[in-house]
Nanobody, 115 residues
Framework: QVQVVESGGGLVQPGGSLGLSCAAS??????MGWYRQAPGKERELVAT????????NYADSVKGRFTISRDNAKNTADLQMNTLKPEDTAVYYC??????????WGQGTQVTVSS
């Protein structure tokens, strides 16, 4: 049984910073990623990172502001979010794709950017 658990999130003012953490257990993840879903919108990719080579991919909307990092030994992935904007407000989900190409998702954590 693979479990994915997110932590972090909360309320931050525009221009502020916030960090999210994700831990997967039960299987090694081929890659881990962060997605988000704002009210009334579809879930969208934020950033992903592969275990091998630490290859990273970012959505254009967060490039230069967000940084994803990985601890392979701990099977964790963190997302550092800087210069946050109101449009970054969403529920953020962590995902783990196993080497069997199964995707497992966390329960989500709310990020609200507002003054």
């Amino acid at each position: 049984q693979v479990q994915v658990v997110e932590s972090g999130g909360g309320l931050v003012q525009p221009g502020g910073s916030l960090g999210l953490s994700c831990a997967a257990s039960g299987s090694i993840c081929r890659f881990m990623g962060w997605y988000r879903q704002a009210p009334g919108k579809e879930r969208e990719l934020v950033a992903t990172i592969f275990t091998v080579g630490s290859i990273k991919n970012y959505a254009d909307s967060v490039k230069g502001r967000f940084t994803i990092s990985r601890d392979n030994a701990k099977n964790t992935a963190d997302l550092q979010m800087n210069t946050l904007k109101p449009e970054d407000t969403a529920v953020y989900y962590c995902t783990c794709r196993t080497y069997g190409n199964y995707d497992y998702w966390g329960q989500g954590t709310q990020v609200t950017v507002s003054s």
